[in-house]
């Protein structure tokens, strides 16, 4: 089983308010990522890192940003929460090993809702 | 730019029948994934194919691969109601240089008694 954490689970707040979205492992991966995913949707890719001090936009343009410090840790936060941000964050991470990615595997999911 | 497509979206089938879940995506890619969600939940890994003509089986599911018809399959025999769930297949794109998966829309099967 995967060792991946994603806290709050849920978390309703007001708008213009900031928040971090917190996401750990314990696998030792390279390579993480962040999802948008609305109910019952496909996945959107917001961000991604391939290790210490790298990170990449995604495909699916985000107000969010993020940061990685630590191989175990990788952050996003939103600067000024709105309605138009409600939805659920998936944190992944996966080893990366010569040019080579391999299977990603997911934390629960951070369930936002801005009111 | 890769694209996947899934079909059908929506499955809703009786227990103990069979089916099959397409996966199409457009550029070539040699990995692609399969996975589950549930409700409410994350996504659960269930497959990873590696190269063309590659077949995995787990209970009653089975995956296969084919790179050349840029296809592969999911195919679901004597179901059961705990697979109610959604399917995604994802495939892995190296456009500009860097590695990430690219979702399909996702299959949302339902399966009655």
């Known amino acids: 089983e995967a060792d991946i954490y994603q806290t709050p689970r849920y978390l309703v707040i007001g708008t213009g308010k900031k928040i971090t979205l917190e996401c750990s492992q314990t696998m030792g991966h390279d390579k993480m990522y962040w999802y948008q995913q609305d109910p019952g949707m496909e996945l959107h890719l917001i961000h991604y890192s391939y290790g210490v001090n790298s990170t990449e936009k995604g495909d699916l343009s985000s107000e969010s940003t993020v940061s990685r410090i630590r191989t175990e840790h990788f952050p996003l936060t939103l600067e000024s929460a709105r309605p138009s941000h409600t939805s659920q964050y998936l944190c992944?991470?996966?080893?990366?090993?010569?040019?080579?990615?391999?299977?990603?595997?997911f934390g629960p999911g951070t369930r936002l809702t801005v009111t | 730019e890769l694209k996947v497509e899934q079909n059908p979206l929506f499955l809703s089938m009786q227990e103990g029948k069979n089916y099959t879940i397409y996966c199409n995506y457009s550029t070539t890619s040699d990995r692609l994934y399969w996975y589950r969600q549930d409700p409410g939940k994350s996504l659960e890994s269930l497959f990873v194919l590696l190269s063309n003509g590659a077949v995995k089986q787990e209970g009653r599911l089975m995956a296969s691969l084919d790179t050349k018809a840029r296809l592969s399959t999911l195919h679901i025999t004597a179901a059961v109601h705990d697979l109610s769930a959604t399917y995604f297949c994802a495939v892995e794109s190296t456009q500009g240089g860097s590695e990430k998966l690219v979702f399909g829309k996702g299959t949302k099967l339902t399966v009655n008694p």
């Open positions: 992944a991470s996966s080893e990366w090993f010569r040019d080579t990615t391999y299977e990603q595997y």
